[in-house]
T-cell receptor
Framework: GENVEQHPSTLSVQEGDSAVIKCTYS??????FPWYKQELGKGPQLIID?????GEKKDQRIAVTLNKTAKHFSLHITETQPEDSAVYFC???????????????FGRGTQLTVWP | GAVVSQHPSWVICKSGTSVKIECRSL??????MFWYRQFPKQSLMLMAT?????????EQGVEKDKFLINHASLTLSTLTVTSAHPEDSSFYIC??????????????FGPGTRLTVL
């Protein structure tokens, strides 16, 4: 299977600063990497994703980079705001099920706190 | 678009009873639905994958007779926790992938169901 490592487990930043969360994966066959934001008591919300044929993707204040050679991908949030405070999960999709959809392997999560 | 709902949002039951949780894709047809459980301050653990009209595929260590999954239509999957015990107390989350031609497709998550077994 796949093993996804995520760092740091907690991250505190001042409002307006940037935040970076990094993940590594073990199986080079993984080909889809979504990031989810989870607020307390709620389900994960997809915030950005990247496929293995792309090196970088940006959506307003959020960007994701992928280095397939090194097998790592990162989430970058610029101009952070207090409402960005949440737990962020990275995931990797390993297509290991033949004719059916692959499964997502999640990192352990990063608790981001943005101080006003 | 791509909204997934769950019902109920929370449930409290007595030990030994069964609880059913519904997962619906509201504005799209879902080829595949996934069921996860999440303990406090931990990551999501995949329990099972279900495809419409076929038996669910359970992850290793998940008891299929205890966690019954029914994927009756392209918009509805249910998880029934049978003979629930306090250790089954957890946050249960479903996700759904759109019906499409490509195999790599985005999973959209429901809001979760908090189960507490007394």
């Amino acid at each position: 299977g796949e093993n996804v490592e995520q760092h740091p487990s907690t991250l505190s930043v001042q409002e307006g600063d940037s935040a970076v969360i990094k993940c590594t994966y073990s199986d080079s066959a993984s080909n889809y990497f979504p990031w989810y934001k989870q607020e307390l008591g709620k389900g994960p919300q997809l915030i950005i994703d990247i496929r293995s044929n792309v090196g970088e993707k940006k959506d307003q204040r959020i960007a994701v980079t992928l280095n397939k050679t090194a097998k790592h991908f990162s989430l970058h949030i610029t101009e952070t705001q207090p409402e960005d405070s949440a737990v962020y999960f990275c995931a990797a999709l390993l297509d290991d099920r033949g004719s059916t959809l692959g499964r997502l392997y999640f990192g352990r999560g990063t608790q981001l706190t943005v101080w006003p | 678009g791509a909204v997934v709902s769950q019902h109920p949002s929370w449930v409290i039951c007595k030990s030994g009873t069964s609880v059913k949780i519904e997962c619906r894709s509201l504005d799209f047809q879902a080829t595949t639905m996934f069921w996860y459980r999440q303990f406090p301050k931990q990551s999501l653990m995949l329990m099972a994958t279900s495809n419409e009209g076929s038996k669910a595929t359970y992850e290793q260590g998940v008891e299929k007779d205890k966690f019954l999954i029914n994927h009756a239509s392209l918009t509805l999957s249910t998880l029934t926790v049978t003979s629930a015990h306090p250790e089954d107390s957890s946050f249960y989350i479903c996700s759904a992938s759109r019906l499409g031609q490509i195999r790599i497709d985005t999973q959209y998550f429901g809001p979760g169901t908090r189960l507490t077994v007394l």
